[in-house]
């Protein structure tokens, strides 16, 4: 029998974020996981939805090349530069579309990435932005990991775990508002529960005006969170200040759990069309 992956380090950042200044954005990144990778050893860091410019509906002003625009450049180097694996959402613009595009970097070179399925109609996002159309799964450090952004975690069977081929871990990015919080607790604990699975859940936090024309300014609510299998926080951030949190996932107890409570073996049998 082969040896279980190793306990994997995570990071997750909740930051402040400046309204389309993408330049400024990434030069106070650089500065947060500057000092989080001196402080520790971290496999795997975690930006929240549109990390680089903050959530907005209008696309245009900064989107960015899918093979070699600033913010993927900027992944690239922080993931080779401290030898740890970077998630984290853009805008992006492909063959005269715009997409909100989550991508996984490691220090290897190896870029994975997946587009936001379900798009926040009630902001806008559907009115300039394609949603994807399949879903990303990566084996890094021999574990499996599953993307959503934001709105997908409203829809539980886009998320639904495979009980032939589970995943480990669902990453979460998002830029969710301070008004619905109720609705964040919850359904991340949801997930994180019936799909038997860590959580990793990160999210924008303080305001930004002017995202989606003609409506309130955004206001996030910042509780970014670490579930584990049972829906149980290992660990949450504050709401509304900027904060990193840090936790070891444990492989062997994720796998202890789904034995002692298979419930991924009495799941619904079903397709997507």
Not at 139 to 158: L, T
Not at 170 to 186: G, N, P, Q, Y
Not at 233 to 251: H, M, N, R, S
Request: hydrophobic share 40%.
């Amino acid at each position: 029998m082969s040896e279980p992956p190793a306990p994997l380090t995570v990071c997750l950042v909740q930051p402040v974020v400046v309204a389309q200044n993408i330049d400024k954005n990434l030069a106070h990144m650089t500065d947060l996981i500057n000092s989080m990778v001196h402080a520790r050893h971290i496999d795997l860091i975690v930006l929240p939805e549109m990390f680089n410019c903050g959530f907005t509906s209008q696309p245009t002003p900064v989107a960015e090349s899918p093979v070699d625009g600033k913010s993927l450049r900027w992944m690239k180097t922080i993931s080779k530069e401290k030898k740890v694996a970077v998630v984290g959402s853009i805008v992006v613009e492909e063959n005269m579309k715009y997409y909100n595009r989550l991508f996984f970097v490691t220090p290897e070179g190896d870029v994975s990435s997946y587009d936001k399925k379900h798009l926040f109609t009630m902001g806008d996002e559907a009115l300039h932005f394609t949603p994807g159309n399949h879903k990303t799964i990566v084996n890094y450090k021999g574990w499996k990991i599953n993307f959503a952004i934001c709105y997908d975690i409203r829809f539980p069977v886009w998320l639904r775990n495979d009980k032939k081929d589970p995943y480990d871990i669902l990453i979460v990015v998002a830029a969710w508002s301070s008004d619905k919080r109720h609705h964040w607790m919850s359904l991340t604990t949801a997930r994180a529960i019936e799909n038997s699975a860590y959580l990793l859940a990160a999210n924008n936090c303080g305001v930004l005006p002017d995202s989606v024309p003609g409506k309130p300014d955004l206001v996030f609510t910042g509780d970014c969170r670490i579930l584990d299998p049972f829906g149980i926080p290992i660990k949450e951030a504050l709401p509304g200040v900027e904060q990193l949190i840090y936790a070891t996932l444990d492989y062997e107890e994720l796998h202890l759990w789904r034995n002692h409570f298979p419930v991924l073996n009495d799941e619904d049998d079903f397709k997507l069309l």
